[in-house]
C-alpha cells in the first residue's frame, strides 16, 4: 500500500457557493496573517500542546461515526481530520494555498460534529472538538463558511434568532398557539415577560417557525402541571446559536448576553431549555466562557431535567404509559456535555413500559451526525451526513424497534434523515411528545 | 573512542541531565504562563480531585473505552513504557553509575529481568513502527518527527542491549548507548517526547472539563 | 447483523503484538549470562563475598596490569587505613588482607565505609579516569569468557 492511497479531502470536494466565493478573495498573505492571528493571538497553549502531544497513535479512528462508517478510512479519524486542518496549518505557519482551505472548511464544518465520542479513545485527553472549532474559527475570519449556515449566522446578526422570524411573528406564533392550546385546556395562557417567575422557558427559532405544536406541548405541560413560567416576547427568546459553530464568537457572545440578560431583566429564577442539544450547548458551555462567566449567571435547565424533575416531584402524573418498544438516543451535547443520561432514562423508564438499549449507549453513543451545524450547512452536504453515518443506521437497526426517543432538535433532523435513507421504518419523538401523550389533563375541556 | 565514552558519561552527562531538567523545567513554565494568559477559560476549571480521577482511569489497562477498543496498543503501549522507565531508573548498569558517581545506593533490577525488559522494549518498537508502516490509520498521520521519537528510543535501547550482551564492539556500543540516552534526554523537552511533560495536563484538563462541567466520565 | 463498531485492523494488530511479546517471553528460557569467576592465577577479580555475581568476572592479571600501568608501590591499590578506618596513603599498605575484609559488600547496610563493589568500581574506574587509560565502560572489565 502507499502512503498516497487516500488523498481526503481532496477527492471527495462538494460545491458550494459560499466556499467558492470565499476562496475566490483568498491570497496566500492573508491566510498566514489570519493563521497566525487566530493560532498565536487567540488560541494560546492549549492548542499548541494538543498539536504537540497528539502522538498520531491512531487510537481515535474507532471512536468517529464517519471513520467506522467508511469501513476505516484514516481520512475520516479524529486525527486524520486534524492532520488535513490544524496540524497542517500549525506545521506550515499558515503557508497553505486558498485551494488548501476549501477543503479544511469542508472537513471542519461538514465531517465533523464537535461530538466529542473520540474523548472517550484519546489516551492525551486530546479534544478534537476544540481543534476543529478552532479551524472553523479561522475560517469564519477567512470568510470561508458553508452557504446555508452562514445564512443562518446572518440571521442571528439581523434578528437574533436564527430563522429570521420578526419581532411580530414571533408573539404571533405564541398567542396562536396559546389560542390553539385553550381549545384543549380552557384556562391555558402563555404567560409573557412576567417578572420574577421561577423560570423562563426559551426556545431554538425553529420552533415557532416549523414547529410549533412544540410550543403548544410544553404550554400544555406547563400549565398542568402548575409551574410558575414565563416567556419572552423581545429579542433574546431565540437560544440557539449558529455562530458558535461558524466560529463567529463575537456574535455568539452578542447573542448569548441578549439571552442571559432577557432572564436577568425578567428576574426569573432559572431558564428552562426546550429540547434541543446545540443550544444547551451554547448557552451552558460555551458563550458563559466567551462572555467571561465561569458558570452561569442564571442557572440554566435542560428540558430532560427539567421533566425529571415535573416527574420526580409528582407535578405531572401519567394517566398511561407509551407501550411499544422505544430505544433512547443519547445527545452528544446533553450527555457528553452534560451528564443527563441517568435522567433522560429515569424519564423515559417512567413513560415508557419497554425500553430497549442501543450498543453502544450513553455517554459512548454515536452522534446522529447532524450536530455541530452539520446539518444546518444544507442541502449540499446532506449527503456527507448520510454516508457518513451508517455506523448510526446499523447500530439503530440492531434495536430492532421503531420508535428512537431524542430529546435534541438536531439528532431528530439527522436521524430522520438516515432512518428515511437507510429504509429502518423508525421513527422519532422528543420526550415532550411522550409526555404530552402520556400525562393526566385534570384542566381538559 | 575510551576517552569519548569518559567524556560522555563524565561532563556530557552532566550537560545532558541539566538540558532535561532546565529545558523541561522552562517548557512547563512558559507553557504554564502562557496557558494563564490565553486559556483560562480551560484553565479556571482545573480541579485537582477530576484530574485524579481520570489519570487513575487512564493509568488503568483496559479502564477505558480507548483501551477496550485497542486492546493491542493497550498491552503494547503499557508495557512499553513499564518497561522504559524501569529500566531507566533501575537497570543495573544505572544503578552503578550512580553508586559510582555520588555514593547512592539504588536499588536494580535483577539482570534476567532487565535483560527481557531491554529485548521487550526493542520488539516493541517493532511493533509501533509495524503499526505506523501497515496500518492506515496510522500511517496516514504519520510524520517524520514520529519517526524521529520511536529512534529516540529505540537507539539507546538496541545499544544498550548490544553492550550488555557484549555483542559487537563492546566500547563502540556502550559509547553509542551513552551519546544516544543523552541525546534522548536532552531531546525530550523539545521532540513529542514532551507527551511525558505535557500529556499529564492534557489528561487533567480533561478529566477537570468532564468531571466538573459536563459531569460524565471521559473514560 | 450486529453494528460494527471496531475497524478491521483489530485483529492483525493483536496478532502481531502476541508474536513480539511471546517472543521477549522466549527470553526468559535462556540461560542466564553470569559464567562462574575463574580463580588461577589472578587473572579476574571475583571476589565471592559478592556472589552471586550478575556480571562476567572482571579480567585483571595482577602482574601484567601493574607492568603495564607502572604500578610499584603496592599500596596505590592496597591502600592503607587511618586508625578510623579512613583511606590514607601515608599509612602502611595493607596487601594481604582481601578487600572484603574492610569493605562489606552489603551495599549501604553499615553507614560508614565504602561498601565493596562501590570500592572496585571507584578504585578501578577512578584511576583508569584520572589516567585517561584503561577501560571504564561495563564491559571492558566485566567481559564475556
Ligand atoms: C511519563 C509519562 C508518559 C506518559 C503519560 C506517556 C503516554 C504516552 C501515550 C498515551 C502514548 C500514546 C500511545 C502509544 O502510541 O503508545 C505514548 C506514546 C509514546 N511514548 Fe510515551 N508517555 C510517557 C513517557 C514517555 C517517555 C519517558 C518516553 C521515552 C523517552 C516515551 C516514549 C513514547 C513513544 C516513542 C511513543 C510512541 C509510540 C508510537 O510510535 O506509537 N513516553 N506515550
Ligand atoms: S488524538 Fe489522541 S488518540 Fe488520536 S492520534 Fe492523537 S493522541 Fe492518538
Ligand atoms: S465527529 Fe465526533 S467523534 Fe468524529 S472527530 Fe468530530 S468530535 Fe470526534
Known amino acids: 500500500m502507499s502512503a498516497t492511497e487516500f488523498s481526503g479531502i481532496a477527492e471527495r470536494r462538494i460545491e458550494d457557493a459560499n466556499l467558492i466565493r470565499g476562496v475566490a478573495a483568498l491570497t496566500r498573505e492573508r491566510i498566514e496573517r489570519v493563521v497566525k492571528a487566530v493560532t498565536k493571538g487567540e488560541a494560546g497553549a492549549r492548542l499548541a500542546v494538543y498539536h504537540e502531544t497528539c502522538m498520531r497513535c491512531g487510537m481515535c479512528a474507532d471512536a468517529c461515526h464517519y471513520c467506522l462508517s467508511h469501513g476505516g478510512d484514516p481520512t475520516y479519524s479524529p486525527v486524520g481530520k486534524m492532520e488535513q486542518t490544524m ?31 473520540c474523548v472517550h479513545y484519546c489516551p492525551v485527553g486530546i479534544d478534537t472538538g476544540y481543534v476543529m472549532s478552532m479551524v472553523r474559527r479561522i475560517c469564519h ?70 414547529r410549533t405544536q412544540l410550543i403548544y406541548q410544553a404550554a400544555v405541560i406547563f400549565d398542568q402541571a402548575g409551574v410558575d413560567w414565563t416567556m419572552p416576547s423581545s429579542p433574546g427568546w431565540d437560544n440557539s446559536d449558529m455562530c458558535m459553530f461558524t466560529g463567529d464568537y463575537e456574535m455568539m457572545g452578542r447573542l448569548k448576553r441578549c439571552h442571559f440578560e432577557m432572564a436577568q431583566k425578567l428576574k426569573v429564577k432559572r431558564i428552562v431549555m426546550g429540547e434541543c442539544g446545540h443550544a444547551f450547548r451554547s448557552v451552558y458551555d460555551v458563550g458563559n466562557r466567551w462572555l467571561g462567566w465561569k458558570f452561569h449567571p442564571v442557572p440554566i435547565v435542560h428540558s430532560v431535567e427539567f421533566f425529571w424533575e415535573l416527574l420526580t416531584e409528582g407535578k405531572i402524573k401519567l394517566a398511561r404509559k407509551f407501550d411499544e418498544p422505544v430505544t433512547i438516543h443519547d445527545p452528544c ?42 446539518i444546518n450547512c444544507g442541502p449540499p452536504f446532506k449527503g456527507v451526513r448520510l454516508a457518513g453515518n451508517k455506523a448510526k443506521a446499523d447500530q439503530l437497526a440492531a434495536t430492532g424497534v421503531h420508535t428512537v426517543v431524542a430529546p435534541c432538535h438536531n ?30 389533563k385534570p384542566g381538559a375541556a | 573512542m575510551q576517552q569519548l565514552y569518559n567524556f560522555a558519561v563524565g561532563p556530557l552527562a552532566w550537560v545532558a541531565w541539566a538540558v532535561f531538567l532546565g529545558g523541561s523545567a522552562w517548557r512547563i513554565a512558559s507553557m504554564w504562563a502562557l496557558a ?57 548498569g544505572h544503578a552503578v553509575l550512580w553508586d559510582y558517581a555520588f555514593g547512592v545506593n539504588v536499588w536494580s533490577l535483577p539482570e534476567g529481568i532487565a535483560d527481557v525488559l531491554t529485548v521487550l522494549v526493542i520488539l516493541l518498537c517493532g511493533f509501533f513502527a509495524w503499526r505506523r508502516l501497515q496500518l492506515p490509520t496510522v500511517r496516514y498521520v ?6 524521529l521519537v520511536l529512534a529516540l528510543v529505540a537507539v539507546p535501547v538496541a545499544t544498550a542491549f548490544l553492550a550488555k550482551q557484549q555483542i559487537g564492539d563492546n566500547l563502540l556500543m556502550s559509547t553509542l548507548h551513552v551519546l544516544s540516552g543523552e541525546a534522548t534526554l536532552m531531546a525530550l523537552p523539545f521532540t513529542r ?17 468532564f468531571g466538573g462541567v459536563r459531569h460524565c466520565p471521559d473514560w | 447483523m450486529k453494528a460494527r463498531r471496531s475497524l478491521p485492523v483489530a485483529a492483525a494488530q493483536m496478532a502481531v503484538l502476541l508474536a513480539t511479546l511471546a517472543a521477549a517471553l522466549l527470553l526468559l528460557l535462556l540461560p542466564p549470562v553470569a559464567t562462574a569467576p575463574a580463580q588461577e592465577d589472578m587473572t579476574t577479580l571475583a571476589p565471592e563475598a559478592l556472589a552471586p555475581h550478575s556480571r562476567p568476572a572482571a579480567s585483571f592479571v595482577h602482574d601484567t596490569h601493574n607492568e603495564k600501568a607502572r604500578i610499584e608501590d603496592c ?57 585517561a587509560k584503561g577501560p571504564t565502560a561495563c564491559g571492558g572489565c566485566h567481559a564475556k569468557a
Not at chain 1, 456535555?337 to 453513543?365: F, I, Q, W, Y
Not at chain 1, 430522520?416 to 402520556?438: A, N
Not at chain 3, 599509612?91 to 559488600?105: K, L, M, N, R, W
Not at chain 3, 552489603?106 to 560508614?112: H, T
Request: proline share 5%.
Open chain 2, 193 to 209: 517526547l514532551s507527551h511525558a511533560l505535557f500529556s499529564p495536563f492534557t489528561r487533567a484538563y480533561m478529566g477537570s472539563e
Open chain 1, 141 to 210: 475570519r477567512l470568510g470561508v463558511v458553508p452557504l446555508y449556515i452562514q445564512d443562518t449566522a446572518h440571521s442571528h446578526s439581523g434578528t437574533m434568532n436564527q430563522m429570521w422570524v420578526k419581532d411580530d411573528e414571533w408573539i404571533d406564533s405564541l398567542v396562536w398557539q396559546e389560542d390553539e392550546a385553550r381549545g384543549e385546556i380552557p384556562s391555558l395562557r402563555i404567560p409573557f415577560d412576567k417578572e420574577g417567575a421561577d423560570f423562563l422557558y426559551s426556545v431554538i427559532a425553529p420552533e415557532p417557525k416549523f
Open chain 3, 75 to 131: 599500596g596505590v591499590c592496597h591502600h592503607g587505613t587511618t586508625e578510623d578506618g579512613r583511606r590514607d596513603p601515608a599509612a602502611p599498605s595493607s596487601e594481604g588482607t582481601p578487600c572484603a575484609d574492610c569493605h562489606a559488600a552489603d551495599n549501604g547496610s553499615r553507614g560508614k565505609g565504602t561498601p565493596l563493589e562501590r570500592a572496585y568500581h571507584r578504585q578501578c574506574m577512578g584511576c583508569h579516569k584520572q589516567q
Open chain 1, 87 to 117: 496540524w497542517k496549518l500549525l506545521r506550515t505557519g499558515g503557508k497553505v494555498d486558498p485551494d488548501d482551505i476549501y477543503g479544511m472548511a469542508q472537513i471542519a464544518y461538514t465531517e465533523c460534529n464537535l461530538c466529542r465520542r
Open chain 2, 142 to 147: 504519520t510524520r517524520p518527527m514520529d519517526w
Open chain 2, 36 to 92: 494563564r494568559k490565553k486559556d483560562m477559560n480551560a484553565v479556571a476549571y482545573m480541579d485537582v480531585r477530576f484530574a485524579a480521577r481520570s489519570m487513575a482511569r487512564w493509568a488503568t489497562p483496559f479502564a477505558t473505552l480507548g483501551w477496550r477498543a485497542n486492546p493491542a496498543v493497550t498491552v503494547a503501549t503499557f508495557s512499553f513504557h513499564t518497561a522504559l522507565v524501569l529500566l531507566l531508573l533501575f537497570a543495573p
Open chain 1, 333 to 374: 451535547n446533553i450527555i457528553r456535555g452534560r451528564g443527563l443520561m441517568d435522567k433522560l432514562r429515569e424519564v423515559t423508564h417512567a413513560l415508557c413500559s419497554n425500553v430497549v438499549e442501543m450498543s453502544p449507549t450513553r455517554e459512548h453513543n454515536l452522534c446522529c451526525c447532524a450536530g455541530g451545524g452539520v
Open chain 1, 411 to 440: 439528532c431528530h433532523g439527522g436521524l430522520e434523515d438516515i432512518i428515511h435513507h437507510y429504509k429502518l421504518g423508525m421513527h422519532t419523538k422528543f420526550l415532550g411528545d411522550l409526555i404530552y401523550d402520556c400525562m393526566e
